[in-house]
């Protein structure tokens, strides 16, 4: 796979030919002791943020780096893996000639990024029990296929996807294979990031959004070859990562034993609600989850959704999906408001 696998081919041409933009902090970063810098138009006087951010983001990348057991080189910061994921349409799909490939249920944002820069999405459902249907996907692909979304732990099932499977697709599947792991810090599974070298066409995604809890920073990051990073350093926005962000982020990963904690305690929560709603009459089905969130299958999820919210509860219907019919999904609080969604839920007929 490594020897003829080339990204130069998946590159759209007009990406290829690019030359970044080189902006002015890409010549000089504003750290410089005993430097003035009067290349960037900025206001000289300090009140923290007065200078253009890093636009490489190297403090905070070399932290994340570390914390991760990669390279600096293999990450690419953006501002929330929303940008990340349309970075990679941005790159790889032509518009109009390219597809991608979607496993539904999952994540709506791949979808909805596809529509945007008008490329093709072929949805192939999960089997019944969840999981990728591979001999489906794999009818599904051609040579237009660009990128195929792996969401694991999945959005809104809530179960991680079986290893094997995913290995054979990372080797049929001529694309990129883009794994994102928004829950995996939830998850009993190692991420893949540890697979990076074996192959070549591997992205993963990761977002600070969930259980480092910073979601209203918007820091997201996708994890790949040197090679791959490279393209999509090549069209980020130069200054995508602002200044607070890269500082707050930094702080946060600096500090990983308050965010262990917190996921731990979230962890046990689940486990609480876990036990307690098969013993709600209405509920019909508790899914597994290795994730922040429960799907529920329940008698008439419309129903009940209204009811929640008219007792303050609000929760994620998510009975459009398929395979999803009158399903719930709800997000592990703290203890109290775990109660209040029990206690909301014993007392609704
Ligand atoms: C929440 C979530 C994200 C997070 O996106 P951000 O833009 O980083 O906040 C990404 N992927 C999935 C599957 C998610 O559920």
Redesign the pocket.
């Given at each position: 796979m490594s020897k003829e696998f080339n990204i130069e081919n998946l590159v759209r041409e007009n990406v290829k030919s690019l030359k970044p933009y080189s902006s002015a902090r890409d010549e000089y970063d504003s750290s410089g002791a005993g430097m003035v810098f009067m290349d960037a138009n900025e206001n000289p006087f300090d009140n923290g943020v007065n200078r253009y951010p890093d636009p490489h983001q190297l403090t905070l990348k070399v932290a994340l780096a570390e914390h991760k057991k990669i390279d600096p080189k293999n990450i690419l910061l953006g501002n929330?893996?929303?940008?990340v994921l349309d970075l990679l349409f941005r790159a790889f799909c032509e518009p109009k000639t390219d597809n991608v490939i979607t496993l539904p249920p999952t994540?709506g944002?791949y979808d909805v990024l596809a529509k945007i820069n008008n490329v093709e999405v072929r949805e192939v459902p999960l089997t019944a029990q969840f999981q990728p249907n591979l001999e489906a996907i794999l009818d599904n692909i051609d040579s237009r296929s660009k990128l195929l979304f792996i969401?694991s732990p999945n959005?809104p099932t809530g179960n991680s996807f079986d290893q094997d499977s995913i290995k054979k697709l990372l080797v049929a599947f001529k694309g990129l294979v883009v794994i994102?792991e928004?829950?995996i810090d939830f998850s009993i599974n190692d991420s893949w990031t540890t697979e990076l070298q074996t192959y070549p066409n591997l992205v993963v995604?990761q977002?600070?959004?969930?259980a480092y809890g910073l979601?209203g920073i918007?820091?997201?990051m996708a994890m790949a070859s040197e090679q791959i990073i490279a393209i999509l350093k090549k069209i980020k926005p130069p200054y995508n990562v602002n200044e607070l962000t890269q500082a707050r982020a930094l702080q946060r990963v600096l500090n990983k034993e308050r965010v262990i904690m917190e996921v731990s305690e979230i962890l046990e929560q689940k486990t609480l609600l876990q036990q307690i709603l098969p013993k709600i009459a209405f509920v019909k089905h508790v899914y597994p989850s290795d994730a922040n969130f429960i799907l529920v299958k329940v008698d008439d999820a419309n129903k009940r959704y209204a009811q929640l919210l008219g007792l303050g509860v609000v929760v994620r219907n998510r009975s459009s999906q398929p395979l999803c019919e009158n399903t719930l999904r709800f997000t592990i609080g703290t203890n109290e408001e775990n109660i209040k969604l029990i206690t909301a839920l014993k007392g609704l007929n």
């Open positions: 929330g893996s929303d940008e994540y944002m969401c959005n994102d928004a829950y995604v977002t600070l959004s969930k979601a918007r820091l997201g």
